[in-house]
């Protein structure tokens, strides 16, 4: 589970227009996370996005401000990167907002005024969620590495056990035969 303490190993960008807002919720953003990316509008988030996107774990954005409102730019990113989790704050809860955040992919809505209490709540329960993904994928690349490396040691139907455990480290020196009768 995703602690408070944890943010410290992501990244966020956040928007917001509100210049009063933005300046709250950037201070305690940066006693949370690695990195934090601000913007003053939608515009100024896809670029920074575009400069970052590898490294930003989270978009926290508001729904209405100038040059680009936060469900462009959450469309925008959800187009480039459908895993990367967005929460809008919002003063309005409009239902056309709502379906169509839901449709793009948004995680969370958080209400403005925003409570403190609610936005950690929310930025754990989907970062959580990424962790996951982020861990899950991991360990299939892993899965596949180790699929792509048994073309190389099986051959002739045969499996050469020695040849595995070089590959692939100490670790598998309980590693038998029986182990591994599910790769034939």
Do not use: W
Not at 55 to 65: E, G, K, N, P, R
Not at 78 to 100: C, G
Not at 149 to 163: G, R, S
Not at 165 to 179: A, N, P, R, V, W
């Amino acid at each position: 589970m995703i602690k408070i303490e944890d943010l410290k190993n992501y990244n966020v960008l956040y928007a917001e227009d509100s210049q009063t807002i933005r300046a709250q919720l950037e201070d305690i953003f940066q006693e949370l996370f690695n990195d934090v990316f601000v913007a003053k509008d939608g515009e100024e988030a896809i670029e920074l996005y575009n400069e970052h996107k590898y490294s930003v774990d989270l978009i926290v954005t508001d729904i209405q401000m100038p040059k680009c409102d936060g469900i462009e730019l959450a469309r925008y990113i959800k187009q480039d990167n459908i895993d990367i989790p967005i929460i809008i704050t919002t003063a309005f809860d409009d239902t056309k907002y709502l379906m169509e955040s839901i449709e793009i992919g948004v995680n969370k809505f958080v209400i403005k005024p925003v409570k403190f209490d609610k936005l950690i709540a929310g930025v754990e329960e989907v970062m959580e969620v990424y962790h996951q993904r982020k861990e899950l994928r991991k360990k299939n690349e892993e899965i596949m590495a180790m699929l792509a490396t048994f073309e190389t040691i099986v051959y002739d139907d045969e499996f050469d056990l020695e040849k595995f455990k070089h590959k692939f480290g100490s670790d598998t020196k309980q590693i038998t035969y029986e182990d591994i009768e599910i790769f034939f």
